[in-house]
Each structure stands twice: as C-alpha cells, then as structure tokens.
C-alpha cells in the first residue's frame, strides 16, 4: 500500500531564508508521480511542484524545488528566499500514475511559520 | 472557465439528516474524486470516478454514496449524517494524461 509520511508537525524559518520540509513516501509500483500542495489559512489547496518518477532531474517551479532521492524514497520541498506569505500548512501527496485516474495520497502535513 | 466549482460552502446538518455536496467541472475532466480533511490530517479520499458511469471507493468510504452520469458532475451523497462526518469536504478533477489536480474550494460541513 502507498504511504506518505511528513514528520515536522510544524516548522519556523526566518523571512529570506531557505527551508526544507521533509516527505518520505512507500510504493512498490515503479511509476509514480510526488506532488506538494499548499494550503493557506484560507483553507484552499494550491499545487505547488511535480516529480516524475522517472524524471531524471530535480523539478524547479520558481522559490520552489523538489529534493528527489528515489533510493531514499524521499521528496523534500526546499523553499528559497522565504515570504512571510509563505506561511501555511504544506502537504505532500503521491499517487500512482497508471490506472489510478486522480487518486492522491497525503500526508498529514507540517505547519510552516515564516517570521519577520 | 469557472474550474471546479463546490457548493454549498457551508453546511450544518443533524445526525440523522441526508443531504448532497455538489461538484462541477467544466474543464472537460476524466477524473473526478471526493477527500474529505479533518482537523490536524491530510485529504483521506473517499471515493473517485474515471469517467461518466464509472466510480471506485476510496480510502474511507462508508456512509458516503456517489454517482457520476455526467462527465461535468460528481455529487457527494450522505445518506445519514452522523458527527464523524463533520470535516471539510474537498472535490478534485485532472485529466487524462495530466498530472496536475485541480481542487474546488471546499465545503465545511459540521454535524451536530
């Protein structure tokens, strides 16, 4: 069975500064994709970054890059230049990619606090 | 091109009482799937659908009913609200060889 697991409950970083939270995931089906969702206090889920499993690099969406370690079975968000708006809950989520149509696994998330 | 669209936004029910959380998409979706969130967790999915007449249960499904007779539409039916349903309601479409999930606003539903 898949499994995603984000062991920081909760995390402070200081504003422009960079943080990494952690996901790790389980799966014994070869193809698979990783993705990161925010969620601010507004309580919407805002897509944030994808990895392939077979993607060779590390994807890069702006401030926002995935840590992928496949023998690790991990996929680390790393934020750059922290925001104070990027003060939300962050979620990790994995899903298979073929004959799963839109099922996502997620974590249960770690709370990101950005301070001035 | 309004997304996917959840009403109502808010809802208080009694235990005991049924009602039907609505989703539209009108992104021409395949996919189409219900999590609900509660406090503390991340989305648990309820149950999804692959296409018009097609529907699959998810990871927490018991006292959920859905259909899906339309591409466009996928409701969320609760037969009998009981208080462990009290959670926030999330529905979902991608389509077919998309990664990207996109979400409706939600619908917080509390059951009293």
């Known amino acids: 069975a898949q499994k995603i697991t984000q062991t920081q409950p909760g995390m402070f970083v200081q504003e422009k500064e960079a943080v990494t939270l952690d996901c790790t995931y389980d799966?014994?089906?070869?193809?698979?994709?990783l993705f990161w969702y925010k969620q601010p206090s507004s309580g919407e889920m805002i897509f944030l970054i994808y990895?392939?499993?077979?993607?060779?690099q590390n994807a890069t969406e702006g401030r926002y890059s995935l840590n992928f370690q496949k023998a690790r079975k991990s996929a680390n968000l790393v934020i750059s230049a922290s925001q104070l708006g990027d003060s939300a809950m962050y979620f990790c989520a994995m899903r298979e990619i073929y004959n799963q149509g839109g099922k996502l696994i997620f974590g249960q998330g770690t709370e990101l606090s950005v301070k001035p | 091109n309004a997304g996917v669209t959840q009403t109502p936004k808010f809802q208080v029910l009694k235990t005991g009482q049924s009602m039907t959380l609505q989703c539209a998409q009108d992104?021409?979706?395949?996919?189409m799937s219900w999590y609900r969130q509660d406090p503390g967790m991340g989305l648990r999915l309820i149950h999804y659908s692959v296409g018009a007449g097609i529907t699959d249960q998810g990871e927490v499904p018991n006292g959920y009913n859905v259909s899906r007779s339309t591409t466009e539409d996928f409701p969320l039916r609760l037969l009998s609200a009981a208080p462990s349903q009290t959670s926030v309601y999330f529905c979902?479409?991608?389509?077919?060889?998309?990664?990207?999930?996109?979400f409706g606003p939600g619908t917080r539903l509390t059951v009293t």
């Open positions: 799966t014994s089906d070869p193809s698979y994709g």
């Open positions: 992104m021409n979706h395949e996919y």
């Open positions: 979902a479409s991608s389509g077919q060889g998309s990664y990207e999930q996109y």
């Open positions: 990895q392939g499993s077979y993607d060779q």
